[in-house]
């Protein structure tokens, strides 16, 4: 009953000088969800290269210049609010425009202004995953909030081994700041390549779950929440959840719509099966900076616009700001306009929605492991986003294109610095980023080139699955060199 | 107005992405008796420079895409009039692009379409989630010097494998050069599934094909 009444609240909303009572804490019902999707059909029609070009761009770019957005590459970590509040509104006046586009069906599913009100309004601030001893509630923070950041990690949808894949999984949950694991893409299963759309495609998924849940048990952490793929079609997920020891309902599924602001109905399928199997969805939209919303600051206000038109349209308060460079950073959360823009992303959506938000520390390093800029590409933004208000994630190595690429002791220096820098005033924080940022600037495209480093196999003992002594010494030695500039490690 | 000016306004009218203005602005142009070949070298040198202020992120995307859409607008009018005088415009090479089926992850490949538009290839778009057999019957039909095959994801890539080994099975394979890329694609894998080339990214893309029509 505490529980039920701490979700439910008196929302006041002058309505033509009435109040009116709302849910607070909870989400949108299962009619509201369909009369939204309905609109897909029955919305106006545009074509995708008119959306695109004629709907969409032209929109951004006259946001972008009536509310002034700016990217500043001086200033990292955004602390100018009337700039995080424009870039906010900006955003709702871009979905309350443009809408979002079915690509099936080419029609346009409209979003009306107190439909996203109301659904930031009534959003729950928390949700908890995972089972047993090992669920976590994973929170709504704000901008320099003293709450630690939880810690999602994994190999980020990238490409593992089947012989790597359990040791790998074991490696990030086996750290203890580690609250939800993220999966990677097996190459082969049983010797089969893997592909989209093959029968081979519904058993690798199936084997993949089964694989995160023995590392979990190895790992002393059986009721981990684990987050599963998002696959070219709805099947692989509905069949790997319906499985005797597949998927849980605490555990989550990716859902990442395609850039930009556009639903296909496989994805709805995706959040349809989120909805009726009672699983958590994360959105996670690619709004890609040089791509069709422009340069990284219409990349920005689209991002905060497809965070909040997916949270009310897949019906999930966990969104997951992440901006792709165009040319050379494919989600490496360190590119100084990827991570200025995904912090701005943040900023806007902490400080006016609702929501509850991830965001890479490390969606993928350009380096490869066992490489000191691993490091510090990973410390750069695990402060920034930390002192923004996101919870933190740690994902893979060498920009996520090779096999095996990916460890457990990335997630631990995510952890270890997000923990670290909780309660860092922003101005402090972008001073420190600068200093981090200035240590792996050289190795950046397209003038640098990124340290290849070693693999999984080649820097973690993978019987007893514990990163090698050069690797875990140069972590102490990056970590010394953190302190040295200020940042306070708890342990 | 003069023969420069002609040409200026074409150059402008192009650089603001308007069609009509395009169109219009080539057709005052070879009514002033401008060479239709000069006039399509205006627009393929400007197109040329707007590739590469993308390459530096000067411009983005959607600008590209329009500058391409209205490039072809000027040629429309331009190229019935070439044919007419037997000139021919030179092209770099012909290239059949599409994304693999069950990829719906285009944004790598219309990138690449419009840097290669720009360089001055002649594309065939086949779009995305584009069959093996597709690919393969719109080569017969167009007759490219290369076939790019793109994939985001880690299982859609086989199916990069799979067109080389469809190609083989027909007789077809030394017929063309086969480039793939894309987010789930390395020159490792790329060399493994017999692939000629491979780019990491749009600009370098750019390059292998330049290098393979060279050959």
Not at chain 2, 15 to 21: C, F, G, H, T, V
Not at chain 2, 71 to 88: D, N, Q, S, Y
Not at chain 2, 150 to 164: C, H, K, N, V
């Amino acid at each position: 009953m505490g529980k039920l009444r701490k979700n439910w609240k008196i929302w006041g909303l002058a309505t033509n000088f009435r109040f009116v009572t709302l849910r607070v804490g909870v989400e949108l019902s299962r009619s509201r969800v369909w009369e939204l999707w309905r609109r897909a059909e029955t919305g106006p029609l545009c074509p995708e290269r008119e959306f695109d070009l004629k709907r969409f761009y032209p929109a951004v770019k006259r946001l972008v210049k009536e509310y002034d957005i700016t990217y500043d590459p001086e200033t990292v970590i955004p602390t100018d609010n009337t700039l995080i509040d424009d870039a906010f509104k900006a955003a709702i006046d871009l979905l309350l425009e443009v809408g979002v586009l079915c690509t099936d069906t080419e029609k346009i599913i409209k979003l009306e202004e107190g439909e996203i009100k109301e659904a930031l309004a009534t959003f729950p601030k928390e949700i908890t995953v995972g089972e047993g001893k090992d669920a976590v509630t994973l929170t709504h923070r704000k901008i320099e909030d003293d709450k630690p950041p939880r810690i999602m990690g994994g190999p980020n949808g990238s490409p593992i081994s089947e012989e790597m894949a359990i040791p790998i999984y074991q490696s990030y949950i086996q750290e203890p700041m580690l609250d939800i694991l993220f999966y990677g893409t097996p190459t082969t299963v049983e010797g089969m390549e893997v592909k989209a759309g093959s029968p081979v495609e519904l058993y690798a998924e199936i084997a993949n779950v089964y694989w995160m849940k023995e590392a979990a048990r190895r790992a002393g952490r059986p009721g981990i929440c684990t987050l599963g793929a998002a696959g070219a079609t709805a099947a692989p997920q509905i069949l790997a959840s319906l499985v005797e020891g597949g998927y849980k309902k605490t555990d989550a599924m990716q859902l990442s719509p395609p850039p930009q602001l556009k639903a296909p109905y496989f994805m709805l399928c995706e959040a349809a099966h989120c909805i009726e199997y009672g699983c958590r969805g994360v959105v996670i939209p690619s709004s890609i900076i040089g791509g069709l919303a422009g340069g990284p600051e219409g990349a920005a206000i689209t991002n905060i616009a497809e965070c909040i038109a997916f949270a009310i349209l897949f019906n999930t308060p966990w969104v997951h700001p992440f901006m792709p460079e165009a040319l050379h950073a494919p989600g490496c959360s360190a590119y100084p306009p990827e991570m200025a823009m995904e912090l701005l992303s943040i900023a806007a959506l902490v400080k006016h929605a609702n929501l509850i938000i991830t965001s890479g520390a490390n969606s993928r390093t350009f380096s490869g492991l066992c490489t000191d800029t691993t490091f510090y590409e990973i410390a750069a933004p695990a402060i920034g986003k930390t002192v923004i208000g996101a919870n933190l994630h740690a994902g893979s190595a060498r920009k996520g294109y090779y096999t095996d690429y990916m460890a457990g002791i990335s997630a631990r220096c995510t952890g270890e610095v997000g923990w670290a820098a909780v309660g860092l005033k922003r101005e402090d924080a972008n001073e420190m980023v600068k200093t981090i940022m200035a240590k792996y600037e050289d190795i950046l495209p397209p003038k640098g080139t990124p340290p290849v480093g070693k693999k999984f196999q080649e820097c973690y003992d993978v019987q007893t699955v514990t990163p090698t002594k050069e690797h875990e010494d140069l972590y102490k030695k990056v970590k010394k060199e953190l302190e040295n500039i200020g940042l306070a490690f708890k342990y | 107005m003069s023969k420069e000016e002609v040409l200026e306004k074409l150059r402008r009218s192009f650089l603001s992405y308007d069609e009509e203005a395009t169109r219009k602005a080539a057709a005052e142009a070879l009514a002033a008796g401008v060479d239709p070949l000069e006039a399509v070298s205006v627009l393929t040198e400007t197109i040329r420079e707007l590739g590469e202020k993308f390459s530096k992120m000067e411009i983005f995307l959607p600008d590209l895409m329009l500058a391409a859409d209205a490039m072809r607008a000027g040629l429309t009018v331009l190229k019935p009039e070439l044919m007419k005088r037997k000139a021919e415009t030179r092209t770099l090479g012909k290239i059949l692009i599409g994304v693999v089926k069950g990829d719906i992850h285009d944004i790598g490949k219309t990138i690449l379409v419009t840097m290669l538009e720009a360089e001055g290839f002649e594309v065939i778009d086949l779009g995305k989630d584009v069959p093996i057999r597709k690919f393969v019957e719109e080569a017969q039909t167009h007759n490219p010097d290369i076939i790019a095959a793109s994939a985001l994801m880690t299982t859609t890539r086989p199916e990069q494998r799979g067109l080389i080994e469809y190609l083989k099975h027909l007789g077809f394979r030394d017929k063309y050069k086969v480039m793939v890329g894309g987010g789930a694609v390395t020159s490792q894998y790329a060399e493994e599934i017999g692939a000629d080339g491979y780019g990491e990214n749009a600009p370098e893309a750019v390059e292998v094909a330049k290098k393979l029509i060279s050959k």
